[in-house]
């Protein structure tokens, strides 16, 4: 929903989250703030259809508001369906750090739907879907173009890929 008052009228309604912020206003990030809103974040549609603004990542930070990033495939306007580029572009093009980039596409993607109390995080008792990722660091998940390190695939627990 981008915001000319969309991101305060997500919020009016509680809303789980709110996609495309790239004109998010301080009055709709702080709803989105009051309201427990996830800013769904979606760089590869940003860049495909070459919007020059950009969500206020540093705004989102100051407020507390939970920031997902998506590919938002789709063949008009996000031809993307790599999370890992997704990642990259949330890192350079809107500011995240490599942190929030695993952030947004795990436990806040989760959050955005409604989700965390099952899936997004590792813990007891959540679903054991999730990936192992062949990198010596974190930040080598959204540094790299097109370098899939990916090991093995778990749904359920149980392998499915590797």
């Known amino acids: 929903m981008h915001d000319f008052g969309g991101a305060s ?7 789980l989250s709110c996609d495309h912020c790239e ?3 301080a009055a709709g990030v702080q709803a989105m703030s009051d309201a427990g809103t ?9 860049f495909f259809i070459k919007e020059k603004a950009r969500p206020p990542v540093e705004l989102f930070r100051e407020k507390n508001v939970s920031m997902a990033l998506a590919t938002n495939c789709n ?3 996000s031809p993307c369906s790599s999370i890992l580029l997704c990642m990259n572009m949330g ?3 809107m500011g995240l750090t490599p942190e929030e980039a695993l952030y947004g596409v795990t436990r806040n993607a989760a959050k955005a739907i409604g989700k965390l109390s ?9 679903v054991g879907d999730f990936c192992v990722w062949g990198c010596k660091d974190l930040v080598e ?8 390190q990916l090991v093995k695939v778990f749904k359920r ?4 890929r590797g």
């Open 9 to 15: 009228l997500a919020a009016k309604y509680n809303a």
């Open 23 to 25: 004109h998010t206003s």
């Open 38 to 46: 996830v800013a769904v974040l979606l760089p590869t549609a940003t």
């Open 75 to 77: 063949p008009g306007s």
């Open 91 to 93: 890192c350079t093009l």
């Open 118 to 126: 099952e899936r997004g995080t590792i813990e007891v008792g959540k």
């Open 141 to 148: 998940l959204s540094y790299y173009l097109g370098l899939n």
């Open 157 to 160: 627990g149980v392998v499915v």
